[in-house]
């Protein structure tokens, strides 16, 4: 029945059909005509655009003919000529061409840009366009005059966007189908200025005007850097008049990646490295698909996975060796996977409060980070310092006090597990000298082997990284960690790049790595001191407490230290990455520890008190964090206010990290005692390392200079987040976890042999 319904219904699906049919052709002839105008006025444009063409074309072939400059064609009279002059670079580039100082080709395309320009032909008004003029906003930091890269591209190539015809449009057709006569490409040329009508910051590069130009590809750029010297030297800049910039042509880029690129030593140490790293995971893998395989009683020991392909015999080949295969399981995968993810109940020998505090403190600091790389791109810097020193942004400003709480938990940590091993203590009481240097190489050993393996990889991604975008940013890098590392890797590999200026370290950010490496080995010469010679070294640790802040007194002092932001990263060196200023917060970590194990300290305190002095601990730790919001002190106040804040706001990281030791606590140490935070922890070194090299890489690709507002600035913050967080896993799953894996075995084997 459902069939012949449908049979005899299809006389009306055929009239429908017929109709719309019908209303389909009415309808475009209705829209023909309405457009009819629209579409003769398209036709007028394409005709125009096609004589530019040609006349384009018919100049092109101009440069390739032997003949004088005097056949060219006449150029273009325009009232605003001398007005384009001066307030146009790439207009007064082409005025003060010359054969002299070019080639010929470039010279002869220049003269083209300019006689389209005057002519006002659509590809050469993209062109001009394209380049960078001055923006408003010099005074606060407007230093990037970028034009528009992707403008310079439509000069090239038809910007593929799709407009109606039903509308009428009085923009010229040309300017979106009308392409260059030559190739052009984008490069941006840097000047220094000298103008007193900016507010100077003093912190690096912000003096450096960064200047768009879309150029014809026969220019080289030396060229153009020398008919930019021309141009100014020439006093044709309006802008020099007005504002006093007095420019310098510092250097050009081509925005173009080099070929040495791919013959840096840390291009191949990398590839080396994820090579070897992928081999041991399908290795580690190819070992637990053998595992599974389990054999039966009848059967013979089927050993390893079957090899399927040449990559899998030779890896079969390489895990005949016995040896090998106690350790590549330290590189498995999922069991690594595992790690990073699991998340499970507190034990009571842990501390659970270090984890949230690691957590937080690492996404805290990597804010901080966001609003500093910022400042190498922001346009209104002046604004962002002011923000900087408001009340409600100091969480963000005083960030780098949170440094504080790593070298907090580090010296409590160290002291805390060396005291609690019970057979360790007993060995260095028996060892004679060389038994106890060898215990403790063993212990640096380990130390090592757990930091340095990821620590270097990020140091080589560090120098491929700023390579990469000193090459194709076009934004000036005053840090270029690429030279740096070149030229000082062996300080990082040591550990010891603290020890010299800050301006000269690869990956600056790393000092405090160095500080923590430089404490361990500090702290373990004096407790393996501690242990025969106990009264001894009570006296040196109390001299070194009284002789860090002497010093923080004494450098502040001398150096006349003051809290304002260019005199804390003038002072980045005596002050801020010195291990001798540094050792404070290390050592009251440590003495906490000792008097938890040694003196059994106990405070009897009433619930009520103690939620009180847990109140105050977090009152105190946040009073140190806003305490700089007024900047402008002596150096007397700023020395005094810098040395008494970092030792009362480590004090409140002991009782917290004590308090959490004994059990104890309230519900905001609750908070941070969740098991959530055991993920984060796990990933705070990695978080910590890579969250400057992420932020510095994307911010540098960008194509024009960022805005420096709070709303879109807690958005961006939310995205790096996100990018350093994967990032972090990553690497960590790479670099940093099978080393752990292979330190913790190989503690394990030397107990089994020693026992």
């Given at each position: 029945?459902?069939?012949?319904?449908?049979?005899?219904?299809?006389?009306?699906?055929?009239?429908?059909?017929?109709?719309?049919?019908?209303?389909?052709?009415?309808?475009?002839?209705?829209?023909?005509?309405?457009?009819?105008?629209?579409?003769?006025?398209?036709?007028?444009?394409?005709?125009?655009?096609?004589?530019?063409?040609?006349?384009?074309?018919?100049?092109?072939?101009?440069?390739?003919?032997?003949?004088?400059?005097?056949?060219?064609?006449?150029?273009?009279?325009?009232?605003?000529?001398?007005?384009?002059?001066?307030?146009?670079?790439?207009?007064?580039?082409?005025?003060?061409?010359?054969?002299?100082?070019?080639?010929?080709?470039?010279?002869?395309?220049?003269?083209?840009?300019?006689?389209?320009?005057?002519?006002?032909?659509?590809?050469?008004?993209?062109?001009?366009?394209?380049?960078?003029?001055?923006?408003?906003?010099?005074?606060y930091g407007q230093n990037y005059w970028l034009g528009s890269r992707e403008a310079c591209r439509g000069v090239q190539r038809p910007v593929e966007i799709t407009l109606s015809k039903n509308f009428d449009r009085v923009m010229h057709y040309?300017?979106?189908?009308?392409?260059?006569?030559?190739?052009?490409?984008?490069?941006?040329?840097?000047?220094?200025?000298?103008?007193?009508?900016?507010?100077?910051?003093?912190?690096?590069?912000?003096?450096?005007?960064?200047?768009?130009?879309?150029?014809?590809?026969?220019?080289?750029?030396?060229?153009?850097?020398?008919?930019?010297?021309?141009?100014?030297?020439?006093?044709?800049?309006?802008?020099?008049?007005?504002?006093?910039?007095?420019?310098?042509?510092?250097?050009?880029?081509?925005?173009?990646?080099?070929?040495?690129?791919?013959?840096?030593?840390?291009?191949?140490?990398?590839?080396?490295?994820?090579?070897?790293?992928?081999?041991?995971?399908?290795?580690?893998?190819?070992?637990?698909?053998?595992?599974?395989?389990?054999?039966?009683?009848?059967?013979?020991?089927?050993?390893?996975?079957?090899?399927?392909?040449?990559?899998?015999?030779?890896?079969?080949?390489?895990?005949?060796?016995?040896?090998?295969?106690?350790?590549?399981?330290?590189?498995?995968?999922?069991?690594?996977?595992?790690?990073?993810?699991?998340?499970?109940?507190?034990?009571?020998?842990?501390?659970?409060?270090?984890?949230?505090?690691?957590?937080?403190?690492?996404?805290?600091?990597?804010?901080?980070?966001?609003?500093?790389?910022?400042?190498?791109?922001?346009?209104?810097?002046?604004?962002?310092?002011?923000?900087?020193?408001?009340?409600?942004?100091?969480?963000?400003?005083?960030?780098?006090?949170?440094?504080?709480?790593?070298?907090?938990?580090?010296?409590?940590?160290?002291?805390?597990?060396?005291?609690?091993?019970?057979?360790?203590?007993?060995?260095?009481?028996?060892?004679?000298?060389?038994?106890?240097?060898?215990?403790?190489?063993?212990l640096l050993f380990h130390r090592y082997l757990r930091l340095g393996p990821l620590y270097l990889v990020v140091m080589a991604t560090v120098d491929l990284v700023y390579a990469y975008i000193g090459d194709v940013s076009v934004y000036h890098?005053?840090?270029?960690?690429?030279?740096?590392?070149?030229?000082?890797?062996?300080?990082?590999?040591?550990?010891?790049?603290?020890?010299?200026?800050?301006?000269?370290?690869?990956?600056?950010?790393?000092?405090?790595?160095?500080?923590?490496?430089?404490?361990?080995?500090?702290?373990?010469?004096?407790?393996?001191?501690?242990?025969?010679?106990?009264?001894?070294?009570?006296?040196?640790v109390a001299s070194a407490f009284v002789a860090t802040i002497a010093w923080s007194y004494s450098i502040g002092l001398s150096i006349k230290f003051q809290l304002s932001f260019d005199s804390a990263f003038a002072t980045g060196t005596e002050?801020?990455?010195?291990?001798?200023?540094?050792?404070?917060?290390?050592?009251?970590?440590?003495?906490?520890?000792?008097?938890?194990?040694?003196?059994?300290?106990?405070?009897?305190?009433?619930?009520?008190?103690?939620?009180?002095?847990?109140?105050?601990?977090?009152?105190?730790?946040?009073?140190?964090?806003?305490?700089?919001?007024?900047?402008?002190?002596?150096?007397?106040?700023?020395?005094?206010?810098?040395?008494?804040?970092?030792?009362?706001?480590?004090?409140?990281?002991?009782?917290?990290?004590?308090?959490?030791?004994?059990?104890?606590?309230?519900?905001?140490?609750?908070?941070?005692?969740?098991?959530?935070?055991?993920?984060?922890?796990?990933?705070?070194?990695?978080?910590?390392?890579?969250?400057?090299?992420?932020?510095?890489?994307?911010?540098?690709?960008?194509?024009?200079?960022?805005?420096?507002?709070?709303?879109?600035?807690?958005?961006?913050?939310?995205?790096?987040?996100?990018?350093?967080?994967?990032?972090?896993?990553?690497?960590?799953?790479?670099?940093?976890?099978?080393?752990?894996?292979?330190?913790?075995?190989?503690?394990?084997?030397?107990?089994?042999?020693?026992?």
């Amino acid at each position: 029945m459902e069939i012949r319904r449908t049979s005899r219904s299809r006389p009306y699906l055929w009239a429908v059909t017929l109709l719309m049919l019908l209303g389909l052709w009415l309808g475009s002839v209705l829209a023909k005509g309405a457009t009819n105008q629209t579409w003769q006025q398209h036709q007028q444009q394409q005709q125009q655009q096609q004589h530019y063409q040609s006349q384009s074309n018919e100049s092109q072939l101009l440069p390739e003919e032997p003949a004088p400059m005097e056949v060219a064609p006449p150029m273009v009279s325009s009232p605003h000529e001398t007005h384009l002059t001066r307030t146009s670079v790439i207009f007064g580039l082409t005025k003060v061409a010359n054969v002299s100082r070019v080639n010929h080709k470039c010279h002869a395309q220049l003269r083209q840009v300019q006689r389209g320009i005057l002519a006002k032909q659509p590809w050469a008004m993209k062109v001009l366009d394209a380049s960078g003029t001055k923006p408003s906003g010099f005074v606060y930091g407007q230093n990037y005059w970028l034009g528009s890269r992707e403008a310079c591209r439509g000069v090239q190539r038809p910007v593929e966007i799709t407009l109606s015809k039903n509308f009428d449009r009085v923009m010229h057709y040309g300017i979106i189908t009308q392409q260059a006569p030559f190739d052009m490409d984008y490069r941006v040329i840097y000047l220094r200025h000298s103008s007193p009508w900016q507010v100077e910051i003093k912190l690096m590069s912000e003096q450096i005007i960064h200047i768009g130009l879309c150029l014809p590809s026969a220019c080289s750029s030396e060229e153009v850097k020398g008919l930019a010297q021309d141009y100014v030297a020439a006093g044709m800049f309006t802008e020099n008049e007005i504002y006093d910039i007095r420019p310098e042509v510092v250097y050009m880029k081509d925005l173009q990646l080099k070929d040495v690129f791919f013959e840096r030593a840390s291009f191949r140490l990398l590839v080396a490295c994820v090579l070897a790293t992928g081999a041991l995971m399908l290795c580690a893998q190819q070992l637990t698909a053998a595992k599974k395989l389990t054999p039966s009683s009848d059967e013979p020991d089927p050993g390893l996975a079957p090899a399927e392909s040449e990559l899998w015999r030779g890896l079969h080949s390489l895990l005949q060796l016995e040896k090998l295969q106690k350790y590549i399981p330290c590189w498995d995968v999922p069991g690594n996977w595992a790690k990073i993810f699991a998340v499970r109940e507190n034990s009571p020998n842990e501390i659970p409060l270090m984890n949230g505090l690691r957590s937080v403190c690492a996404i805290w600091i990597m804010v901080f980070h966001v609003v500093w790389f910022m400042y190498f791109t922001v346009h209104n810097k002046t604004v962002l310092i002011s923000y900087a020193e408001q009340a409600f942004f100091q969480y963000v400003s005083s960030a780098p006090l949170l440094v504080d709480v790593f070298f907090t938990i580090s010296g409590f940590l160290q002291t805390y597990n060396f005291l609690r091993n019970s057979q360790q203590l007993e060995a260095v009481r028996q060892n004679g000298f060389g038994q106890n240097l060898k215990l403790f190489g063993k212990l640096l050993f380990h130390r090592y082997l757990r930091l340095g393996p990821l620590y270097l990889v990020v140091m080589a991604t560090v120098d491929l990284v700023y390579a990469y975008i000193g090459d194709v940013s076009v934004y000036h890098i005053n840090e270029r960690f690429d030279e740096m590392c070149s030229r000082h890797w062996w300080r990082n590999l040591l550990f010891i790049q603290n020890l010299f200026d800050h301006r000269d370290m690869c990956a600056n950010w790393s000092w405090s790595l160095a500080c923590e490496m430089q404490f361990f080995i500090l702290a373990n010469a004096f407790l393996f001191l501690y242990v025969r010679y106990p009264k001894i070294v009570k006296a040196m640790v109390a001299s070194a407490f009284v002789a860090t802040i002497a010093w923080s007194y004494s450098i502040g002092l001398s150096i006349k230290f003051q809290l304002s932001f260019d005199s804390a990263f003038a002072t980045g060196t005596e002050i801020y990455t010195s291990p001798f200023v540094r050792v404070l917060p290390y050592i009251l970590g440590a003495v906490t520890a000792w008097l938890l194990l040694e003196k059994s300290l106990q405070l009897e305190l009433s619930e009520l008190r103690e939620r009180q002095c847990w109140h105050l601990a977090l009152l105190v730790f946040f009073t140190c964090i806003y305490s700089t919001v007024k900047r402008d002190l002596g150096p007397l106040m700023a020395i005094t206010l810098f040395v008494m804040g970092r030792l009362f706001f480590s004090l409140s990281v002991c009782w917290m990290v004590a308090g959490s030791c004994q059990g104890r606590g309230v519900w905001w140490s609750r908070l941070l005692e969740a098991k959530g935070f055991q993920h984060v922890s796990r990933l705070s070194y990695a978080i910590y390392l890579l969250n400057p090299l992420v932020i510095a890489l994307f911010y540098s690709l960008t194509n024009a200079s960022t805005h420096a507002d709070p709303f879109m600035l807690c958005v961006v913050t939310c995205g790096f987040a996100v990018i350093v967080y994967l990032a972090s896993i990553l690497f960590s799953l790479a670099f940093e976890l099978p080393f752990s894996n292979l330190s913790s075995l190989l503690n394990r084997r030397s107990k089994q042999k020693s026992a």
